[in-house]
Nanobody
């Protein structure tokens, strides 16, 4: 079973950038497709982006496409989310998740991190 720990969240002004990391341990990282989800207060957890096991195919929610970039380093057992052009509506707790396939449905992901807070001020 894989354990996931996110880091890199914080407070940033609108238009700024952050890079989130998700460190995996306990199992072979490259066995898993990975995703990033986010949850704002009072809202459902929503899909942000996903990447396949070898890192050559990615998927993005329309709201972040062109601003966010997902990547992974299987040698370092780490998933990344580069977030540029941040907007106040990007404010949320960001979670990384591991599953069998890189889909948009959160129910398909078996393992989750504890989340990291991202706050974008206007």
């Amino acid at each position: 079973q894989v354990q996931l720990v996110e880091s890199g969240g914080g407070l940033v002004q609108a238009g700024g950038s952050l890079r989130l990391s998700c460190a995996a341990s306990g199992s072979t990282f490259s066995r898993y497709a990975m995703g990033w989800f986010r949850q704002a207060p009072g809202k459902e957890r929503e899909f942000v982006t996903a990447i396949n096991k070898i890192g050559d195919t990615t998927y993005y929610a329309g709201s972040v496409k062109g601003r966010f970039t997902i990547s992974r380093d299987n040698a370092k057992n780490t998933l990344y989310l580069q977030m540029n052009g941040l907007k106040p509506e990007d404010t949320a707790v960001y979670y990384c998740a591991a599953g069998s396939v890189p889909v948009t449905t959160k129910l398909a992901y078996e393992h989750w991190g504890q989340g990291t807070q991202v706050t974008v001020s206007s």
